[in-house]
């Protein structure tokens, strides 16, 4: 099933944005790019014994709250490719709005409508609040995880969840697969870090004086270059600076450390798997799989 | 393990599968931690040009 063609569809028609170009334009913008991270509920929908059809209204509302997640993030990133430099501030925060509230309305008719509505609703919380904690930058480790872990964690969740249960899984089990997801959400916030703080020109990360985790590693494990890096980053649009600091991410262990989190993580989300009674746990294994594979292949590339 | 653990362990001469691939690690280039973890990027919008088919 092309569930990007469907969902653009099912968007069209939905009451109150149908009529709405700025909403029905975004929508077709983000899908025509196909994200991964909208497919989740068919995973756990086939686990739990579902058809693939039943899997839309997940998918839907997990697209929806992407891009609800999305318009707020590039704003309080103040991210330069946000859609905010074209529709104005208080434009955008309008469309998160309606994003979010069409995620709600595109379960709400499914049959476990009120369990799938509370528990994106509760994700949207939970994000909400982390994304506050994470413009404040958490300056040690633990708060680091704790910020993961309520920004990041609660979308992948939510999705695994909201899909078992459009699929007719049991409450158990869809609660089960959310612990997955969480897992998996700190997976995909992990590679996140790492992608960001290796790319170039510098990403907003280093610029606004953010911690993702490899910078946090950097910057306070008693390290020989611990120093030099923190002055680096210190001054981080100078000519040379980001390259440098970059070098000293890669020496120092910092993206090593990452690795081994990742798959401390993904061991952590297969032992809760094989504790899920599912019909077929195969789509949500390969999904884990999916997001270490690449990562395992660079360690096997890198070694002794 | 916390980071500042896992920075001592790792300097000792690695000895297991994953410890010894993951000082291997400090030695990767930019470009080759990049495309390993270019799908973990999920709050960034998807170009159309950037589709999968």
């Known amino acids: 099933m092309d569930y990007f063609s469907r969902i653009v569809q099912d968007f069209s028609v939905l009451p109150h944005v149908q009529a709405w170009e700025d909403a029905q334009r975004m929508f077709q913008y983000a899908a025509s790019g196909k994200p991964n991270h909208w497919l989740p509920p068919n995973r756990s929908c086939e686990a739990v014994g579902g058809k693939s059809g039943q899997a839309v209204p ?78 404040q930058a958490p300056g040690d480790e633990s708060a680091y995880w704790r910020t993961t872990q309520i920004k990041s964690s609660p979308f992948f969740g939510a999705a695994l969840q909201v899909g078992a249960l459009a699929g007719g899984g049991t409450l158990e089990t869809a609660n089960q697969l959310k612990k997955v997801g969480c897992l998996y959400g700190e997976m995909i916030q992990i590679q996140d870090d790492m992608h960001d703080s290796m790319e170039i020109p510098a990403n907003p990360d280093w610029v606004q004086g953010r911690s993702p985790l490899p910078i946090l590693f950097a910057s306070l494990v008693d390290h020989p270059e611990q120093k030099r890096f923190v002055e680096l980053n210190g001054r981080i649009t100078e000519p040379g600076a980001l390259q440098e600091a970059q070098e000293i991410l890669i020496r120092c262990g910092a993206i090593s450390y990452c690795a081994d989190r990742l798959i401390q993580k993904h061991q952590e989300a297969k032992e809760v798997l094989n504790k899920t009674p599912l019909t077929n746990p195969t789509p949500v294994s390969s999904l884990l799989e999916e997001v270490i594979a690449p990562v395992d292949n660079l360690l096997k590339a890198c070694e002794l | 393990m916390n980071m500042q653990e896992f920075y001592q362990r790792l300097s000792i001469k690695p000895e297991q599968d994953r410890q010894r691939h993951l000082t291997g690690l400090t030695r990767a280039s930019r470009i080759q931690i990049l495309e390993a973890t270019r799908e973990g990027t999920w709050l960034l919008w998807w170009k159309p040009e950037q589709a999968k088919s």
């Open chain 1, 58 to 135: 997940a998918v839907m509302a997990t697209a929806c709250a992407h891009i609800a997640i999305l318009l707020v993030d590039d704003m309080l990133d103040s991210d330069p490719r946000g859609e905010y430099h074209h529709i104005g501030a208080p434009a955008t925060a309008n469309l998160a709005c309606a994003f979010q509230a069409a995620a709600l309305q595109a379960i709400a008719n499914i049959e476990k409508g009120t369990a799938a509505i509370i528990s994106l609703n509760e994700m949207f919380l939970s994000t909400t609040f982390g994304q506050f904690l994470d413009v």
